[in-house]
Nanobody
Framework: QVQLVESGGDLVQPGGSLRLSCAAS????????MYWVRQAPGKGLEWVST????????KYADSVKDRFTISRDNAKNTLYLQMNSLKSEDTAVYYC???????????WGQGTQVTVSS
């Protein structure tokens, strides 16, 4: 069965950096678009970033553009999100998700908490 397991969330000071990882299993990782999505306290889901199956195409929300970098290692079945210049408004639970093939996620991880605070 499909499994997505995020890790790397932590408490970090404003201006700091974190790298999130998402270990994928149960499907052919290298053939699917993948997403990072976040949910801030008391708010709805916010799309963060998307990456193509081979990593050649990436997209970002305006709120994270030029600060976050999505990448993947298909040999390791792992998705990454490098987050730099973190702000308090980046505080959220971050989820990785697999594309269904129709430009919407169909499987989600359990999430990892990122807290940006001094």
């Amino acid at each position: 069965q499909v499994q997505l397991v995020e890790s790397g969330g932590d408490l970090v000071q404003p201006g700091g950096s974190l790298r999130l990882s998402c270990a994928a299993s149960g499907f052919t990782f290298s053939t699917y678009w993948m997403y990072w999505v976040r949910q801030a306290p008391g708010k709805g889901l916010e799309w963060v970033s998307t990456i193509s199956p081979r990593g050649g195409s990436t997209k970002y929300a305006d709120s994270v553009k030029d600060r976050f970098t999505i990448s993947r290692d298909n040999a390791k079945n792992t998705l990454y999100l490098q987050m730099n210049s973190l702000k308090s408004e980046d505080t959220a639970v971050y989820y990785c998700a697999k594309d269904s093939g129709t430009w919407s996620p169909d499987y989600w991880g359990q999430g990892t908490q990122v807290t940006v605070s001094s």
